[in-house]
């Protein structure tokens, strides 16, 4: 062991001998010493003292301090000179100041790298060895690239590779093509992608190949390259981290704060008018790739832009520009505000330019042209045609518009200023429409009509006032504005007048949905009402796309609040009971998605449904809706319970919505003070039931949900009014069998009525037989003709109901086994000869007319019931006689027999 490292008690001798011989040995060209023996006196060498050694002199302490010099000053010695054994050691050291050092550049460094690259490519190229001649290639390119990143030229004898690479492949693709024992898979493959490989550097330098190709002497002589030896001075030595490639490039690099933007194969792009159409071949040449900075791109072609000088040029870098602002969206959901933005100002600048200059032409499809040259319409006859498409472009933008508006919280202030900028986009199609209209476009022009009728046809006046407000500004204005056809009403009815006539069914049939649902919007029923039947669109519109059927549920429900903003109840009724009895009134207008826990979405499914949800500005209150057709069902079924009889009949029913939800209001046992609209409707109705009209009218009028409407004050009124009369109807079906005469006045002071409104209900209900009464208008008092019922007669009309409805379910049942009605033969029955054939056919034709003995039976049965009925004192207005009479007419000679 070393001295440093001393033990207590370790005493072995051989040990102590061998470390003092390493200490003490020399060269190895030196003779060995001899071994000095060991004192006589014993003892422990002085390289392992321990704690119990015995006492020793002075001197030998003074000895073993000499020994620590000497010591000291060889190991200092050894440090100077070095070992033999440790590497840069010599037995004679060399003085430093006489040697001289050559130190290499990185540049000088990666021609070195080239070069060997380069002979290991010979090498490989002599055994045919082109999965090593793949790699080495590779190498050298990337190499190259790393090269012309720091500005520096392409060495030479890259060149030389490259031209050398080119006449090896076609000899050994021509030598395999002949050969019969084919090389092996991996080799064969890599000979393939050399090829590739090659093909495509070599058209970057194309044109240093054919000068070397021309004059290799001459070509190597202007391309050669001079590597400076650098002397320099001794430095001392010290612990020097290894540079990365990167770092040396760095340290090459001179200092400045300027950028460069390089390109594709780390070429330098030059941003000036004439490089316009290179910069933009590698731009897109970059395009849809893995590793492609978008944002990067974007920035490039904003600098193109720049500069740009002539009006071709513009085109050209705008179609690039605005497509890739589109492809660039960090967001998933929608496009950046900012970004939507920047592209809509330049989708107004291209359309600008193009409606200034009737030389340049955009559209879809254009013959092939070259992408670098400059284009002038003296060159091209007069018409420059540019591959591109404008539609497409205002297509996406109004998209984009519409999907970050579903993105965003509607509750919040960014929504509200989101919806600002609908305004600049009206302006933009509006721009669009004016150019397709100038250049004669048709199916474009339809298009771009469609937008704009969709932003339109569902906002209130003020609104579209506001809209074609913005379009005085612009230098071309469309045909169809405000300002030509004055109303708001009048350019809707344009714009759909002209998609009428385009020929798309499509465009057809949402123009006339949406002129529907913009005469309901200004309380024009009975128009749209009429368009709607005469468009025949509710026997087609299961056929049509799921955006048009949405668009198809909007018009139907605005319908439906036109009539009952008119005062039109039942109508109101029918139309709002068709979406009202699905029970998904949200998602059949697109204002919300619901799931049911017995169905399983797919996450596409849930997107795609996502995806169709309208606006929160272009929504319909459902709360308003629900309020307008419980309302409306109150009014119709609350007088026709208080008409029905027995409890047959009051299964029967009109609105199941509403009478549902007015069973469940019964079976309550404690009802409290109404909070929601439906507390109140329900409330109200069982008010009407026992004839409190004037609580019914407050607990109507008192919901707030009325304040949506624009004309509240008219609706609440006309509510009143149909509240008095559907009561005063109420209290006759109710206490009719209790009179025998009744006052026209008493009724009117009861609910607030004029005599003659009065007399006019009375009257309608005598005249629809609604009413066993007659009115005397001397005294004007209302004479009950009521006769009561025998248990006999009672019976007799349930049994005939029930008669009634089995003939039906038998006409039914015999017309779905018959295919249908009317005679006709079947086609499986057995063939009959001419002979026979005649009573078989006879027999089936009265059979399938429905003269069979079952139908035959019924009816007659029925007839009687309803003629004993009659003969008995009959029920309400005759009703026994009417019903005999039809069913005999029905019945023809076959039931008088």
């Known amino acids: 062991m070393s001295r440093f490292f001393r033990a207590a008690g370790d005493s072995d001798s051989d040990t102590e001998d061998s470390e003092e011989e390493l200490m003490s040995s020399g060269d190895e060209n030196e003779a060995p010493k001899p071994t000095v023996p060991k004192p006589a006196g014993g003892g422990m060498s002085r390289f392992l003292r321990t704690a119990g050694s015995g006492s020793s002199s002075s001197s030998s302490s003074e000895s073993e301090d000499e020994d620590d010099d000497e010591d000291d000053d060889h190991a200092q010695d050894s440090k100077k000179k070095g070992s033999k054994y440790m590497v840069g050691g010599s037995d004679e050291e060399e003085s430093d100041e006489d040697v001289k050092r050559v130190v290499k550049s990185a540049k000088d460094k990666r021609l070195d790298e080239m070069e060997a690259a380069g002979k290991a490519m010979d090498n490989a190229l002599k055994i045919n060895d082109w999965v090593a001649i793949s790699n080495e290639f590779d190498k050298l390119v990337r190499l190259v690239q790393r090269q012309t990143n720091v500005a520096e030229p392409v060495p030479s004898f890259y060149i030389k590779t490259l031209s050398s690479l080119e006449a090896s492949l076609n000899n050994a693709l021509a030598k395999e093509k002949e050969s019969k024992k084919k090389m ?6 890599a000979l393939n992608g050399m090829k590739q490989k090659v093909r495509k550097i070599s058209k970057e330098h194309e044109s240093e190949i054919k000068e070397f190709q021309e004059d290799p002497e001459a070509f190597e002589k202007r391309h050669a390259i001079v590597v400076p030896e650098v002397e320099v001075a001794p430095k001392p030595k010290k612990s020097k981290r290894v540079l990365t ?24 792009m030059v941003f000036a008018s004439e490089n316009t159409f290179k910069n933009l071949q590698v731009v897109q040449e970059a395009r849809g790739k893995k590793n492609t900075d ?5 920035r490039i072609l904003e600098r193109v832009l720049e500069a740009a000088s002539t009006s071709y040029q513009r085109i050209r870098v705008l179609l690039v520009l605005i497509s890739s602002r589109f492809d660039y969206s960090p967001s998933a959901t929608h496009m950046p505000i900012d970004q939507w933005a920047l592209t809509q100002r330049e989708v107004d600048q291209l359309v600008s330019i193009i409606s200034a200059d009737s030389h340049y032409f955009i559209e879809e499809e254009v013959p092939d042209y070259d992408e670098l040259l400059e284009r002038t319409p003296e060159a091209e006859g007069g018409l420059v045609r540019v591959r591109g498409s404008i539609i497409s472009f205002v297509e996406r933008l109004d998209d984009e ?40 476009q048709s199916d474009p022009l339809s298009r771009v009509i469609m937008r704009r009728l969709e932003h339109i046809y569902s906002k209130p006046d003020a609104v579209v006032q506001a809209l074609e407000a913005g379009l005085s500004g612009l230098p071309v204005k469309p045909a169809t504005s405000l300002a030509s056809e004055n109303t708001s009403s009048g350019v809707v009815h344009a714009l759909c007048v002209f998609l009428y006539k385009s020929g798309n069914s499509l465009f057809r049939t949402r123009a006339m949905l949406s002129h529907i649902y913009h005469h309901a919007l200004h309380n024009q029923f009975y128009k749209a009402r009429d368009m709607l039947l005469m468009s025949h669109l509710q026997e087609s519109i299961h056929a049509a796309d799921v955006a048009t059927q949405i668009l198809y549920n909007r018009t139907t429900v605005q319908l439906g609040l036109c009539a009952f903003r008119s005062g039109l109840i039942k109508e109101a009724q029918a139309i709002l009971l068709e979406i009202f009895s699905t029970q998904h009134v949200k998602e059949l207008l697109a204002q919300g998605v619901h799931y049911s826990r017995y169905t399983t979405v797919s996450p596409e499914q849930e997107k795609a449904e996502r995806a169709r949800q309208m606006p929160f500005h272009m929504h319909i209150n459902t709360e308003l809706l629900e309020a307008a057709f419980l309302v409306s069902s109150m009014l119709i079924e609350i007088p026709l319970l208080a008409s029905i009889e027995t409890e047959e009949l009051k299964r029967k029913t009109i609105s199941k919505p509403f009478r549902r939800l007015l069973d469940f209001a019964d079976k309550q046992i404690f009802a409290g003070p109404p909070e929601t609209t439906r507390d109140h409707i329900m409330q109200a109705s069982k008010t009407l039931q026992d004839g409190q009209w004037e609580k019914c009218r407050d607990l109507i009028q008192s919901i707030k949900i009325w304040s949506l409407m624009p004309e509240e004050k008219e609706v609440k009124e006309m509510l009143a009014g149909r509240i008095q009369e559907e009561g005063l109807r109420t209290y006759l079906f109710t206490y009719a069998p209790h009179y025998k005469t009744l006052a026209l006045s008493h009724l009117s002071e009861t609910f607030s009525l004029s005599i003659r409104t009065v007399n006019s209900v009375v009257s309608k209900m005598i005249w629809n037989e609604e009413l066993s009464a007659s009115l005397d208008q001397a005294s004007n008092v209302i004479v009950f003709h009521s006769a009561e019922s025998t248990r006999t007669q009672q019976l007799a009309q349930s049994l005939a109901d029930r008669v009634s409805n089995l003939v039906e379910q038998n006409e039914k049942t015999l017309d779905v086994r018959l295919g249908g009605g009317g005679w006709q033969e079947r086609s499986d029955a057995p063939k009959t000869t001419k002979a026979d054939g005649g009573a078989e056919r006879k027999g089936r034709s009265e059979r399938s007319r429905g003269g069979t003995p079952l139908r035959g039976t019924f009816l007659s049965l029925i007839v009687e019931l309803f003629s004993l009925i009659d003969s008995s004192g009959g029920t309400r207005g005759g009703r026994g006689a009417r019903f005999s009479q039809g069913l005999g007419n029905r019945m023809g000679p076959r039931v008088a027999a």
Do not use: M, W
């Not at 092996?184 to 493959?189: E, I, L, P, Q, V």
């Not at 978008?294 to 974007?298: G, N, S």
């Open 184 to 189: 092996n898979a991996s080799n064969a493959k």
């Open 401 to 440: 518009f519409t999907k970050s508006l579903q993105n965003l919280d509607p509750h919040g202030t960014e929504y509200v200023d989101r919806l600002k900028d609908e305004k600049g986009l009206y302006e933009t199609i509006c721009r669009a429409e004016a150019y397709f209209e100038l250049r004669s």
């Open 245 to 268: 490639e990167q770092e040396e490039e760095d340290e090459e690099r001179p200092a400045t704060d300027a950028f460069t933007t390089v390109g594709k194969g780390g070429k330098t």
């Open 294 to 298: 978008r944002a990067e791109q974007v």
